[in-house]
């Protein structure tokens, strides 16, 4: 059971390049996010989805697409990436109603940090 | 929208004492608010978590405190530990939606020896 996955841990870019980061789920929750995290700004969300081929945006989705063709799977794209882009993105998963809380306790990959030059 | 702020930014107790740290929130709708600790090159990890229904919450040293009135929250670290020095995230929510979590700027714990 490996929880949340992402790939890669490390990439550095160009400004202008393009790449895609892989989120991987085993625990079967229907929600998943892509979250930003930036010195002092906390964690901001990024785009999210409720369930297999459905995906919204969150706070701050410019610059950013993506995907979730298979139920256990999400992935974030940058098309043309920029300086500002420069962060650590975190995965997260969860269920839409926790089985024993009923809350949607959050379960994190362990991060991706991505420089763009 | 919701708007989480988290105070302070940084805090350092000597081992042993207690420690806290304040959140406050804007939208009275919110009713879920859980904390998550990050440890240095760690993932976020869900730590105690309170409902509005609550005014209170304890899981051995670490309490969780909400006043609805005032839309504020607090987590209280008592008999603080070296290992207690990471990240502390507190967020806020509505209808236990993660999809409309907001998290707080966080607050970096140092633990004194």
């Known amino acids: 059971n490996a929880g949340v996955t992402q790939t890669p841990k490390f990439r550095v870019l160009k400004t202008g390049q393009s790449m895609t980061l892989l989120c991987a789920q085993d625990m079967n929750h229907e929600y998943m996010y892509w979250y930003r995290q930036d010195p002092g700004m906390g964690l901001r969300l990024i785009h999210y989805?409720?369930?297999?081929?459905?995906?919204a945006k969150g706070e701050v989705p410019d610059g950013y697409n993506v995907s979730r063709l298979k139920k256990q799977n999400f992935l974030l794209g940058l098309e043309s990436a920029a300086p500002s882009q420069t962060s650590v993105y975190f995965c997260?998963?969860?269920?839409?109603?926790?089985?024993?809380?009923?809350?949607?306790?959050?379960?994190f990959g362990a991060g991706s940090r991505l420089t763009v030059l | 929208g919701e708007n989480v702020e988290q105070h302070p930014s940084t805090l350092s107790v000597q081992e042993g004492d207690s420690a806290v740290i304040k959140c406050t929130y804007s939208?009275?709708?919110?009713?879920?608010f859980p904390w998550y600790k990050q440890e240095l090159g760690k993932r976020p990890q869900l730590i105690i978590d309170i409902r509005s229904n609550v005014g209170e919450k304890k899981d051995q040293r670490i309490a969780v405190t909400l006043n609805k009135t005032a839309k504020h929250f607090s987590l209280h670290i008592t008999e603080t530990q070296p290992e207690d020095s990471a990240v502390y995230f507190c967020?806020?929510?509505?209808?236990?939606?993660?999809?409309?979590?907001?998290f707080g700027t966080g607050t970096r714990l140092t633990i004194i020896p």
């Open positions: 939208d009275s709708a919110s009713n879920y």
């Open positions: 967020a806020a929510t509505s209808n236990f939606g993660n999809e409309k979590l907001t």
């Open positions: 997260a998963s969860s269920y839409s109603l926790h089985p024993i809380s009923g809350a949607n306790v959050l379960t």
């Open positions: 989805s409720v369930g297999e081929g459905t995906t």
